[in-house]
């Protein structure tokens, strides 16, 4: 009987306080805005101070029993103090903001502004929208708004991801985050360091407004504009970002890239540079295609090539650069041997188990060229349709009416293989229409000339010190004298000819079986009728510098 009647008594007392909130003296002077409205408190207390307060201080047994409600706007706590005419509210211990069943606030201590519809809360500060985590100490919600504000630092945890900095703005409409003043994320993949950060908290995707730090993997990404979806391991970068892992750097105007299908495509003056400064090549395009997976690159739009070798780097211009494993290659398209079994890489048998395998790696590539084909090298060039390069046998292979010069030496044909050792050329063969010419001497326009079905040079230092023509072999001579006057020209045929050099001018020459051919002098003889069949001297076409290769 007494319990019944304690427990009518608080329920008298809980309808009395509704009741006195809800019908207020006519007289009061009441805040314009929507008014709290109190739901539950078991003890209830009034003081009126003047006009403008009229303090009611509510309070309950246990934790959050205290309950006020505004519109949607639910607010729980161990203890409220409640301006009934400034429609305002202070709440104390295991404080919680149900804001609409989409926002929940959690603190130890809340000021409210009813009129504006802000919250205040210091000390253990949660928010969260279901998505992610914000914790603070001190926390400034706008609740119409759905905007949280931190500047004493805070940390958003969304699943594995973890941001923190000194200053935060949460936007509950968007589910946006934007993060200022020292601001780190971490998450299993990734670590982010940069200054300002916008994060969503519904996409996983970081946007970036100033200079930033991506680790991601083994790569170092330095970008100021973009974003980076967390999730889906997907980004988009502007503003000449750049890409470093342990063996290369990735420079451009604009990048885009796929960590799940390991596909990116770089624009804008794509530059990739390897960090193997002996053995491995840098590549410059407007536009680079990479397939992380397949370890493939595919560069268009003036691509440049640059195979480092010391001093004297191989540039190579094309319509079209593609470079990709060759073990790969060699599973769907069978590339001919062109080297005999005693070839080896000058360097790997001075190597380290662990080194071979790095250097098997490095090797493990070829590259094709496509359409104007250039070469540029301080003791070689050369142009061509198109060309395949192996960094396993090195050799370039340049097809479709091929032409290489070494020094004063035009060589062409239908194919030419060029043999590099050490980055150097060491030998030449031109198959199929092969010819060879120089001029005699600086100041004419007369020239020596050789050829035959297979041409074979051999070079020595980077300049030809011995050429031979094979099958039906062809030459025109001019002799000179010790003080460099013309003394006559020889034009022979013969099964193969041999071609001594010193200093790349021609020094001897020796005719092999079936010798046939005349001598003349020089004013007895039409120098134009001693040219060789589909002679033509195309010095127009050959780099002249590196920067001929770079203006391609």
């Given amino acids: 009987m007494i319990r019944t009647l304690k427990w009518l008594m608080v329920l008298l007392l809980m309808i009395t306080v509704q009741g006195s909130f809800a019908q207020r003296n006519p007289t009061d002077t009441v805040v314009p805005g929507k008014q709290i409205d109190i739901i539950r408190a078991l003890r209830y207390s009034a003081v009126k101070v003047d006009s403008a307060t009229n303090l009611i201080s509510l309070a309950g047994d246990k934790s959050g029993d205290v309950v006020l409600k505004q519109e949607n ?6 203890s409220i103090v409640l301006n009934s005419v400034q429609n305002m509210l202070e709440a104390y211990g295991n404080v919680h903001i149900n804001d609409a069943d989409s926002v929940h606030t959690y603190a130890q201590y809340l000021k409210y502004l009813g009129k504006e519809k802000k919250a205040f ?30 500047r004493s630092g805070g940390k958003l945890v969304d699943k594995k991801t973890t941001l923190t900095s000194k200053e935060g703005y949460y936007y509950g409409e968007t589910k946006d985050v934007i993060f200022k003043n020292n601001v780190h994320l971490v998450d299993p993949d990734t670590k982010i360091d940069t200054d300002t950060l916008q994060y969503n908290t519904n996409t996983k995707i970081a946007t970036f407004t100033c200079p930033s730090i991506i680790y991601n993997e083994s790569r170092i990404i330095h970008t100021r504009d973009g974003y980076f979806d967390t999730k889906n391991k997907r980004g988009t970068l502007h503003q000449r970002s750049s890409i470093e892992d342990s063996t290369y750097t990735f420079t451009a105007d604009d990048m885009v890239f796929d960590d799940s299908t390991g596909l990116s495509e770089f624009s804008g003056n794509a530059v990739y540079r390897s960090k193997d400064t002996a053995e491995g090549y840098d590549l410059v395009a407007n536009n680079i295609k990479t ?8 560069a268009t739009q003036k691509p440049i090539l640059l195979i480092k070798q010391g001093k004297d780097s191989i540039f190579v211009s094309a319509d079209t650069l593609y470079t990709a494993k060759l073990s790969d290659l060699l599973k769907t398209r069978t590339v001919p041997s062109i080297r005999d079994s005693s070839f080896k890489h000058p360097i790997r048998d001075t190597l380290s188990e662990k080194e071979k395998a790095n250097e098997d790696s490095t090797h493990d590539k070829f590259i094709e060229a496509f359409y104007h084909v250039k070469i540029y090298s301080d003791s070689l060039q050369a142009v061509g349709d198109s060309l395949f390069y192996s960094m396993q046998d090195s050799v370039f292979r340049l097809f479709k009416e091929p032409i290489a010069w070494s020094k004063d030496n035009q060589i062409s044909g239908d194919t030419i293989y060029l043999y590099l050792q050490n980055k150097k050329p060491e030998r030449l063969l031109v198959f199929e229409n092969a010819m060879a010419l120089s001029k005699a001497d600086s100041s004419s326009n007369f020239y020596n000339q050789m050829k035959g079905t297979l041409i074979r040079a051999e070079f020595l230092d980077g300049q030809i010190n011995f050429m031979q023509a094979r099958g ?5 001579y001019y002799g000179l004298d010790e003080n460099k006057h013309f003394t006559g020209v020889n034009k022979s045929e013969a099964e193969m000819i041999d071609i001594e050099f010193d200093d ?17 002098p020089m004013r007895q003889v039409n120098h134009e009728d001693l040219k060789l069949r589909s002679f033509k001297w195309q010095d127009e076409k050959r780099p002249k510098s590196k920067y001929d290769i770079l203006a391609n």
């Fill in 504 to 520: 790349s001018k021609p020094k001897k020459i020796v005719w092999r079986n079936n010798l046939t051919g005349n001598a003349y």
């Fill in 472 to 476: 039906n072999a062809e030459n025109v």
């Fill in 73 to 78: 706007t639910w607010i729980y706590a161990d």
């Fill in 291 to 298: 397939n992380k997976k397949k370890s493939a690159m595919l």
């Fill in 121 to 150: 809360l210091k000390t253990k500060v949660k928010l969260t929208d279901g998505k992610g985590v914000l914790t603070t100490d001190d926390l400034d919600y706008d609740v119409s708004m759905k905007i949280g504000v931190y």
